[in-house]
């Protein structure tokens, strides 16, 4: 048994390194429209891969931070980003590769920011938003640092799939099912729907609203 | 005497839960002028609504955060944002009473957040500097998302308020008022500061410069 | 021995209060170019000055703030900020000399940062992390709350100066150099540097994308 929770946790170990990697790639191409210069590329990398873990810790009172602990993710995450710059013609036409592991991340995130609050004890509300705020702070870190209004209030099912996977995750445990099995489930599951969303371009309904309060 | 300081503590916890569903409301609508989609409007809500005092409890680390310790708070201030968008043509006839209820908010959180300062043992400047923090980061935090100015930096006396109201309420027990009291005293003059600069248009002078430094 | 280093702290700290003033005036400015009111002037220096020690230390776990702890800077930034507004045509004039004072604060509050993250006893990734937060961070949040682009993401040669400073007065240290040497050194070569690309206009390339990822 322990074993496979041992296996478990590297395979969602080597996931979580794809998805910063991958985090770190999309934020140089967000540095790259706004025309940062290369020393802004290093910095918007790592606050995006590592921001939405950072966010968390900082309100759960989680401390110490995961690259306070492991200082070689900032230098993966800074080096990635940089490396994006010479390779950024390849990375459009690899970009579907990209974006698919973007949403391997935002799941990955999800269900490891589900475990900091379970391990915390803390309650399934807060394990959700836990899970969420971990998968979608790093992005919104990103666009306020770009001086956008953030992606993930305005389009995509970004954030639902954080949720649809965080319940998931936390259901399936509920149920009854194997904790590798709830991941694995979760996991697939937040996937799916964030492919279909970009392949079918779906979207939650817009709130629009014209009047000023005062 | 514990029955009186019991009666004080449950209204401020009821006026309370009256500002924080307030500020989801104004949150919802600020969502709605810039076209967010529902799931933005459900996350400005409780970022708005909670975030004032998640920077306060973050800034003097002062674990667990409200909201992580009541994850109710989480749900009403999202329904609240949600059930906006249905009601919303309502909401602008009904505006001057949100304005009210967005005040009555302003000085409760101000007051609550003096509170946490007090029972830490923190200087006077802190205990009103926690008090405007609680009052203010919010709208702070809704209008970065937005990719706006913060509204406080630009116009009305939303900040001077806080501080007007965290004055009267230190200073008030500094000159031997009852705790009851100086709350009343310092939430009335609070309130009627802000409703008189809303009613009167009252703002602060601003400060042009068109320099640049180099 | 301990008079020395009891010396170089004091230098330090005078360098600091010369440093947080100097940021406290630019970010008055700043604010005066965005039209804030004198409220917005008075909140835009303490965050400028104060907050990139804050995120570090919020980042870090490291409390009390600093301005908790000594809730005067509070009270020394807003005042700096607000006497702004009275002389800043004077300010211009003198404008030179508030960028060398500026670059000072870069320098000074690298090495602080660097101190606080040496004696957690972290790795020495993070303690130049720790260093260029503390140095720029402040910054970030004052562009953040004008709804612009970090300056730090698009030009001069700001975080570089921090990382240089960082490098010299860790590398210093390392190589056996007396630390009253290294943080001289590292502050010196790194105000030199500021100094000259203020001068010279040099910056970092840039990294210009076009494309949109999907």
Same mark, same amino acid.
């Given at each position: 048994?322990?074993?496979?929770?041992?296996?478990?946790?590297?395979?969602?170990?080597?996931?979580?390194?794809?998805?910063?990697?991958?985090?770190?790639?999309?934020?140089?191409?967000?540095?790259?429209?706004?025309?940062?210069?290369?020393?802004?590329?290093?910095?918007?990398?790592?606050?995006?891969?590592?921001?939405?873990?950072?966010?968390?810790?900082?309100?759960?009172?989680?401390?110490?931070?995961?690259?306070?602990?492991?200082?070689?993710?900032?230098?993966?995450?800074?080096?990635?980003?940089?490396?994006?710059?010479?390779?950024?013609?390849?990375?459009?036409?690899?970009?579907?590769?990209?974006?698919?592991?973007?949403?391997?991340?935002?799941?990955?995130?999800?269900?490891?920011?589900?475990?900091?609050?379970?391990?915390? %004890? $803390?309650?399934?509300? @807060?394990? +959700? &938003?836990?899970? #969420? !705020?971990? /998968?979608? =702070?790093?992005?919104? *870190?990103?666009?306020?640092?770009?001086?956008?209004?953030?992606?993930?209030?305005?389009?995509?099912?970004?954030?639902?799939?954080?949720?649809?996977?965080?319940?998931?995750?936390?259901?399936?445990?509920?149920? %009854? $099912?194997?904790?590798? @099995?709830? +991941? &694995?489930?979760? #996991? !697939?599951? /937040?996937? =799916?729907?964030?492919? *279909?969303?970009?392949?079918?371009?779906?979207?939650?309904?817009?709130?629009?609203?014209?009047?000023?309060?005062?």
């Amino acid at each position: 048994m322990d074993s496979i929770i041992g296996t478990s946790e590297q395979i969602l170990h080597a996931l979580y390194m794809i998805g910063i990697v991958a985090e770190a790639v999309t934020a140089a191409l967000a540095a790259g429209r706004r025309s940062m210069d290369w020393m802004g590329v290093a910095m918007l990398g790592p606050v995006t891969a590592l921001g939405g873990g950072a966010v968390r810790d900082v309100l759960l009172g989680h401390h110490p931070l995961s690259w306070v602990e492991h200082p070689s993710y900032l230098l993966i995450t800074a080096g990635a980003a940089l490396a994006t710059i010479a390779v950024a013609r390849h990375v459009y036409h690899l970009r579907k590769i990209f974006l698919f592991l973007d949403a391997v991340g935002l799941v990955v995130f999800t269900v490891i920011g589900c475990n900091v609050a379970i391990a915390l %004890g $803390l309650p399934v509300v @807060i394990v +959700i &938003a836990s899970g #969420m !705020i971990t /998968g979608c =702070a790093g992005g919104v *870190l990103r666009d306020i640092l770009c001086a956008d209004i953030p992606l993930l209030f305005r389009a995509e099912l970004y954030a639902t799939v954080a949720i649809l996977t965080g319940v998931l995750y936390v259901g399936g445990q509920w149920v %009854g $099912l194997a904790h590798d @099995i709830s +991941i &694995a489930l979760a #996991m !697939i599951a /937040g996937l =799916a729907l964030r492919i *279909l969303a970009l392949r079918f371009g779906w979207s939650m309904p817009k709130f629009v609203y014209t009047h000023t309060l005062h």
